[in-house]
Every structure is written in structure tokens, then in C-alpha cells.
């Protein structure tokens, strides 16, 4: 026969130490993205050619 628990003891499971490290691995993975896309908004940003010589015009 089932064991009927009432609705406010009922629980999912507890966060524990896997949880707390998917979040960190999560957050550094963030970071990482970040960086990447910090890096590239700075080399985007500069010319692709820098030469000395002014334009005609």
C-alpha cells in the first residue's frame, strides 16, 4: 500500500553538493562566454588594416 504524506512535508530532493557545483561550473562557463565575446567586441572594433599612408582624395 502507498504512503500517503501530507503536502507540506512532500520535497523533491535536496540541492546537495551536485547542485552547488553545477551552478559554479554554469557561472564560470558564463564568465568564459563573457571574455570571449569582450575579446572579440575589441578586435571587431579596431581596423583590420592600419597603414601609414593617408587617403587620396
Known amino acids: 500500500m502507498a504512503k500517503i504524506i501530507p503536502g507540506d512535508k512532500a520535497r523533491q530532493g535536496r540541492w546537495g553538493w551536485h ?3 553545477i ?3 554554469a557561472l564560470l562557463l558564463a564568465f ?3 571574455g570571449i565575446a569582450e575579446i572579440y567586441g575589441e578586435v571587431a572594433k579596431t581596423p583590420a588594416t592600419e597603414q601609414g599612408s593617408a587617403p587620396s582624395g
Open 19 to 21: 547542485g552547488l557545483r
Open 23 to 25: 551552478l559554479i561550473a
Open 32 to 34: 568564459v562566454a563573457w
